[in-house]
């Protein structure tokens, strides 16, 4: 057992809100923080869609869901939040400068014996440690989106992680229900973000230069048996996130294309509020994106789909 069992989540966002229900589904004591009031109720509101969720998808009972509920709590006062906890998940946003303040204010109001765990997408834990004040207590524990179904965990360390956090933050991921999957060397982007990130910014591409629509991206991958896309996946994972991501990286490589991408996304997106499936607008409209009509995929009859023929035409 890892005797982490008080579990503080740093960050109320996508991720964030889904590791805290997560957690507190499978027996932990979890407090969600945020910084800002409203994140904190968008999170409830999340975690009332989740409810459902579990219910539909996952086996549980009403029992479960209620139980749930009473492991959870929400704070924007960080001491209270984290004064006690075992192990801290840290999910603030995809951006070094905020995630290394977290880190210093979270220092302050830690107990000794606490856990640190980010849940970057992209970034070492070595890119942090220092700051955390107890670099051997520190690693990265990368969830994938859709938590309930993608039952996977990313484990890496940093030269001075301890063995014993490894062992215990393995058996936490372990206690509820994921599979620890070992990033046996330091990587940007761990094992799912190696190849999810440029999945997602070569179709990103593809509709930034007007090449394809968003539905035929997903169509192409679709036709494959999935059950939605890339640009379905950008909803999911959140614009937010996407752009945080696409802007650093592109930035950071010197990559003209990527740095588009990122603005198109904060345009197309973040400018009109847009956030994906949280906000219930993204690429598709929720809860019923077009991507999951029965038509969606189905062979066209070209006089039923005016200016088909005219945009394959070279531009």
């Known amino acids: 057992m890892s005797d982490l069992n008080r579990v503080t989540v740093l960050g109320a966002g996508v991720l964030g809100g889904q590791i805290a229900w997560h957690s507190a589904f499978k027996g932990k004591t979890v407090v969600v923080y945020d910084i800002a009031e409203d994140a904190i109720e968008r999170a409830r509101a999340t975690h009332d869609g989740y409810a459902g969720i579990y219910l539909d998808q996952v086996g549980a009972s009403e029992g479960d869901i209620a139980a749930t509920r009473e492991r959870l709590t929400y704070s924007t006062d960080l001491k209270a939040a984290a004064g006690e906890a075992d192990l801290v998940i840290e999910a603030v946003p995809e951006v070094p400068d905020i995630k290394l303040a977290a880190y210093e204010k979270l220092a302050d109001v830690l107990p000794a014996h606490s856990l640190i765990a980010t849940n970057s997408s992209t970034f070492l ?42 062992t215990s933050v393995a058996e936490f991921a372990i206690e509820i229900g994921m599979r620890p999957i070992p990033v046996r060397k330091e990587q940007n982007g761990y094992v799912i973000n190696t190849w999810f990130v440029p999945l997602l910014n070569a179709a990103q591409t593809l509709v930034t230069n007007g090449v394809a629509t968003p539905e035929d991206v997903d169509r192409t991958f679709m036709l494959n048996g999935a059950n939605f896309g890339p640009m379905g996946m950008f909803d999911f994972v959140g614009m937010k996130t996407a752009y945080d991501v696409l802007a650093y990286w592109g930035a950071r490589s010197g990559d003209e294309q990527m740095s588009r991408n990122a603005a198109y996304i904060k345009e197309r997106f973040l400018d009109r509020g847009a956030l994906g499936v949280a906000t219930g607008s993204g690429y598709y409209s929720y809860p019923d994106p077009t991507y999951q009509r029965a038509d969606f995929l189905a062979v066209p009859d070209l006089a039923e789909v005016p200016g088909l023929v005219e945009s394959m035409l070279p531009a």
Request: include cysteine; proline fraction near 7%.
């Open 125 to 166: 834990p070595r890119d942090f440690a220092a700051a955390t004040g107890r670099p051997d207590k520190f690693c990265a524990l990368h969830f994938a989106n859709m938590i309930w179904a993608m039952n996977v965990a990313e484990v890496m360390g940093h030269p001075e992680t301890s063995k014993e956090t490894l």
